[in-house]
């Protein structure tokens, strides 16, 4: 099925991304509210932005694949997915024809009907590590991925390299489209782990004619949720920014 769909800046009103079926077609116009990026990694954002806290960070050039770093040997460590596996889930629902058009907020009404063997194998195609699912064992608490797998796997997702069918892909992007008051084109999925055992904010933003994928990873610790791991990420985008007079 044909669609489209566009995003606005939130700050001016100019349009700033469509995107269009069939041809999976993605237009960029750059307006003067949104920032560009600065040449070369601040390692004093991160360290400002997780302000003594454990975790990584990883951002990754969806065009040239090259990647910014906070702590890569961390960056590079499997961690439980937690509900961030609600994307790749869904996902694998529409390559199995388990649904068309998943729901993001309700995937109990395409869970079940995932067969385990074929999504656990869909899943480490993907660069997940699906450890065998047991009874009464959800999939957020099974499959494991790092910062950087994450990183990769949204860039993959952005440029349609899944090819999945029309109308569940643009369901998919308007569910994932996170509003924020830096005015950033922001696609973005964030979890938690049970008690509060570490947490995730993982998606891709689109500053100027760059496109970048990036996953925030937050350890254990007293404050860690999947929304203090969003402000994080916002708080480095932020800083190795600047705006446009």
């Keep these: 099925m044909p669609g489209s769909m566009v995003a606005t800046a939130a700050k001016c009103g100019q349009c700033c991304f469509l995107m269009a079926r ?29 302000a003594g806290r454990e975790g990584c960070f990883y951002l990754l050039n969806i065009k040239t694949d090259e990647p910014l770093v906070f702590r890569e040997s961390l960056a590079r460590e499997a961690f439980p997915a937690g509900e961030t596996i609600f994307l790749p889930l869904a996902m694998a629902a529409m390559k199995l024809d388990v649904t068309s ?10 869970l079940a009907g995932l067969d385990p063997d074929k999504t656990k194998a869909i ?3 993907w660069g997940f590590a699906a ?41 998919l992007f308007e569910q994932l489209l996170d509003k924020n008051e830096a005015g950033y084109l922001l696609l973005g999925l964030q979890a938690t ?7 995730w904010y993982v ?10 994928a990036f996953a925030t990873w937050l ?27």
């Design 22 to 50: 069939p041809l999976f077609l993605y237009l960029f116009v750059v307006c003067g509210c949104l920032p560009s990026i600065l040449t070369g990694q601040s390692q004093q954002a991160y360290t400002d932005a997780f």
């Design 101 to 110: 058009t998943p729901d993001l907020q309700q995937p109990e009404a395409w």
């Design 123 to 125: 899943l480490e195609k």
């Design 131 to 171: 450890i065998e699912k047991k009874a009464g064992e959800s999939w957020p608490e099974r499959v494991f991925i790092s910062a950087e797998q994450q990183a990769k796997f949204w860039a993959r997702f952005v440029k349609d390299d899944f090819e999945l069918n029309h109308a569940g892909s643009l369901q």
């Design 193 to 199: 782990l049970p008690e509060k055992r570490g947490a």
């Design 203 to 212: 998606g891709m933003v689109q500053m100027q004619d760059n496109r970048l």
């Design 219 to 245: 350890a254990a610790g007293p404050d860690t949720s999947g929304e203090k791991a969003r402000d994080i990420t916002l708080q480095i985008l932020q800083t190795l920014t600047r705006r446009q007079p």
